[in-house]
């Protein structure tokens, strides 16, 4: 089992950066495949980013590409979540995922293939 916590969320300005950390607990998270998803008020919560036990690979959503990069530390159990140019509609709380990977290199982008959760970091972007 994994505990989550997430990071570094806040108040920023049309077209600021933000970098969200997610701290993982336990000796295995390179064997642990992580993702970003937020949820903004009224809405289904959706992927963001994805990537692999190793790093290797990654995914992001169509609505993020090119402006966000998740990457991760497998010596500090950490993923990350470096947004750049953000836009008003990126305003929403966001959340950490892991899921436990048979195959090192694959992504996942389904809400209901992650089992481990964290509580989520509030991301405010005003215009």
């Known amino acids: 089992q994994v505990q989550l916590v997430e990071s570094g969320g806040g108040l920023v300005q049309a077209g600021g950066s933000l970098r969200l950390s997610c701290a993982a607990s336990?000796?295995?998270?390179?064997?642990?495949?992580m993702g970003w998803f937020r949820q903004a008020p009224g809405k289904d919560r959706e992927f963001v980013a994805g990537v692999s036990t190793r790093g290797g690979n990654t995914y992001y959503s169509d609505s993020v590409k090119g402006r966000f990069t998740i990457s991760r530390d497998n010596a500090e159990n950490t993923v990350y979540l470096q947004m750049n140019s953000l836009k008003p509609e990126d305003t929403a709380l966001y959340y950490c995922?892991?899921?436990?990977?048979?195959?090192?290199?694959?992504?996942?982008?389904?809400?209901?293939?992650?089992?481990?959760w964290g509580q989520g970091t509030q991301v405010t972007v005003s215009s």
């Open positions: 336990g000796r295995t998270f390179s064997s642990y495949a």
């Open positions: 995922a892991a899921r436990t990977a048979y195959l090192s290199g694959r992504v996942y982008s389904e809400l209901n293939e992650y089992a481990f």
